[in-house]
């Protein structure tokens, strides 16, 4: 699987917009992008999916350019609820790696008042 | 929205001992994991299991682990002789269709050896 490399904190304060871009220079041609959340003492949970160009649900959005050498995720207007570790993961979802997903150190968003 | 979930939350154990640490994937899912994080460390990955069987298991899967699916609903982690390293919190995860679907994760089990 491609190996990412994304920042390992970032601070933002309510009401503003987070970036975070997750750096993935091996990316095959098969791989997806997916991001994860963690709060502390719970399980990741998904937030989105994307392959190319962008991709939006009700909580973020996911940007990703037409090298697909980076992808970007994009909070709107975060709150002190987004606290938490986000985790960028690259890899084919359709082969036989039927669960292997690798996460990396993840970055630590904080989010102040 | 439907959940996995996992018990114990919390399991104290001495070393040597087994545990066997439960989760409740989400219904309608047919794919199931085990992941594990030790404090302050990346996720890991274990195992995967599909059709009954395991699909695929990291180098961290050995003997001493194994995964159960005892009857329709719940699938099971089983660690026969607990290490002090063993110590970590246990993910369960389940999807619908293996990667292509998201992993929905449990909150975990915190394991603590002593």
């Known amino acids: 699987l491609a190996k990412t490399t994304q920042p390992i904190s970032m601070d933002s304060y309510e009401g503003q917009e987070v970036n975070i871009t997750c750096s993935h220079n091996?990316?095959?041609?098969?791989?997806?992008i997916t991001w994860y959340q963690q709060f502390p003492s719970q399980g990741p949970r998904f937030i989105i999916q994307?392959?190319?160009t962008k991709v939006t649900n009700e909580v973020a959005s996911l940007f990703i350019p037409a090298d697909r050498k980076s992808s970007t995720l994009s909070l709107p207007r975060v709150s002190l609820s987004d606290t938490a570790v986000y985790y960028c993961?690259?890899?084919?979802?359709?082969?036989?790696?039927?669960?292997?997903?690798?996460f990396g150190r993840g970055t630590q968003l904080t989010v102040w008042p | 929205e439907p959940e996995v979930t996992q018990t114990p939350s919390h399991q104290v154990t001495q070393m040597g001992q087994e545990v066997i640490l439960r989760c409740v994937p989400i219904?309608?899912?047919?794919?199931f994991y085990w992941y594990r994080q030790i404090l302050g460390q990346k996720v890991e990955f274990l195992v995967s299991?599909?059709?009954?069987?395991?699909?695929?298991k990291s180098e961290i899967f050995d003997d001493q682990f194994s995964v159960e699916r005892p009857d329709g609903s719940n699938f099971t982690l089983k660690i026969r002789s607990t290490k002090l390293e063993d110590s970590a919190m246990y993910f369960c995860?389940?999807?619908?269709?293996?990667?292509?679907?998201?992993?929905?994760f449990g909150n975990g089990t915190r394991l603590t050896v002593t």
């Open positions: 993961l690259v890899g084919d979802m359709r082969t036989s790696t039927l669960g292997r997903l690798y």
């Open positions: 995860a389940s999807s619908r269709q293996g990667l292509n679907s998201p992993l929905h």
């Open positions: 091996n990316i095959a041609t098969n791989d997806y």
């Open positions: 219904s309608n899912h047919l794919y």
């Open positions: 994307g392959y190319k």
């Open positions: 299991f599909y059709n009954n069987e395991i699909s695929e």
